[in-house]
């Protein structure tokens, strides 16, 4: 005869057994869900934290020195009228004509001041390229004229494309650098008109 109590383990489980399980796994996908939101709020999270935290270094150098002048605007020459010409002043190409001394003030210069480098340069003319072109315009320009620029010794020509001349500088004085400037003839019939060029200077002191 069969006992009349059976045990435990023989007992299945009933279909609401199985429909809790099926809850179950709902609700384990809704925390895998919410998992891997958090995962990615995460990621995002520490990506914005990396890039906040970047950083460089920057090296700035320089240097403070007492051996400038000042360009005295007052007494330096630079606007120039060269004088008036004729036409039949220049008898054939080459002909210099009409010189004027440039002047050049430098003051209040540093203590250390022994010598500065003056670098001319400007647009050449189209004939002849150690001239300065005429930079006048239009029907009232003269033609076959250019600029002529010379350095402190009066015979030296300072060249369009950017020639240097080194000069020597008192201290404890104002200095004046004196440049030549003069008309020449850059083809062989010179016409009448206006004229105008520009020279370009750069000073680099020592």
Known sequence: MQPLI??????RPTAINQKV????????????SASALLVCAMSLS????????DSTTINVKGK??????VID??????TVTLPTLSDKDFK????????KTVNLVLKDCGKDTSKVDVTASGDP???DKSAFKNAATGGDAATGVGLYFYETDGNTLFLPNGTKEESSLDATKTNTLAYTAAYVATAATVSAGGFASVVNLKLEYQ
């Not at 059976?6 to 007992?11: A, G, K, N, Q, Y």
């Not at 403070?64 to 002048?69: G, K, L, P, Q, Y």
């Not at 605007?73 to 630079?78: C, G, I, P, R, V």
């Open 6 to 11: 059976r045990p435990l383990s023989e007992f």
């Open 21 to 32: 399980n099926i809850k179950d796994v709902s609700d384990m996908k809704k925390k895998k």
């Open 46 to 53: 520490a990506g914005s934290v990396w890039a906040a935290g």
């Open 64 to 69: 403070i020195v007492s051996n400038t002048c």
């Open 73 to 78: 605007t007052t007494n330096s020459d630079l």
């Open 92 to 99: 054939s190409k080459g002909v210099v004509a009409g010189k």
């Open 125 to 127: 003319d189209d004939t």
